[in-house]
Every structure is written in structure tokens, then in C-alpha cells.
Nanobody, 115 residues
């Protein structure tokens, strides 16, 4: 079955960095688009970054220039490098894949940006 397992969240000061990881299994990873979403308290879940199997990577406007999404098709991993973190980046971050019109999610990893 499809499994997505995130890791790498934590508490970081403003201006700091974190690297999130997502381990995927149960589907043909190399040919699908992988996504990172986040959900802050009281807000809707939002798409942060998208990396297709080929083609262009996309970012939500507020993270452009600060976040970098990448993937390793051999290890079946997707990463989110987050630099210059801001308090407003505080959220639960989720790894996502859409397969046959079904969305699959990991359990999420908490990122808290605070001094």
C-alpha cells in the first residue's frame, strides 16, 4: 500500500534552516509528481512545492528563493530544504502524492519557527 513518512521537523529560530524528508513506498515513485503541503493553525492546507518526474518545479510565492524541493528516485525520497525560515512558516508539513485521482498523505511533521 502507499506509504509516505515525513521526518525532519522541529523547533528553529527565525532565519534558521531545516531539511524535511519524505520516504515513499507502495507505488512507482520515479514517474509521479510529489508535493509538499503545509497547514498552519486555523488555516487551510496549502501547497508549498511541487516536483514532477520531469519538467519544472513550482513553489508557492512566499517560499520562493528560500525553499528547495528535490527528489532521489533511487532512494524513493523527496526533500524540502527550508532556509531563512520565518515565524509564518510555522505549520505541520505534509508529503503528498496523487495517484489515480486519489490523494495520499503522510502523518505530517511539525515545523515551529520561534525565538
Amino acid at each position: 500500500q502507499v506509504q509516505l513518512v515525513e521526518s525532519g521537523g522541529g523547533l528553529v529560530q527565525p532565519g534558521g534552516s531545516l531539511r524535511l524528508s519524505c520516504a515513499a513506498s507502495g507505488f512507482l515513485f520515479s514517474i509521479v509528481t510529489m508535493n509538499w503541503y503545509r497547514q498552519a493553525p486555523g488555516k487551510e492546507r496549502e501547497l508549498v512545492a511541487t516536483i514532477p518526474s520531469v519538467g519544472g518545479i513550482n513553489y508557492e510565492d512566499s517560499v520562493k528563493g528560500r525553499f528547495t524541493i528535490s527528489r532521489d528516485n533511487v532512494k524513493k525520497m523527496v526533500y524540502l530544504q527550508m532556509n531563512s525560515l520565518k515565524r509564518e512558516d510555522t505549520a505541520v508539513y505534509y508529503c503528498n502524492v496523487r495517484l489515480s485521482r486519489n490523494d495520499y498523505w503522510g502523518q505530517g511533521t511539525q515545523v515551529t519557527v520561534s525565538s
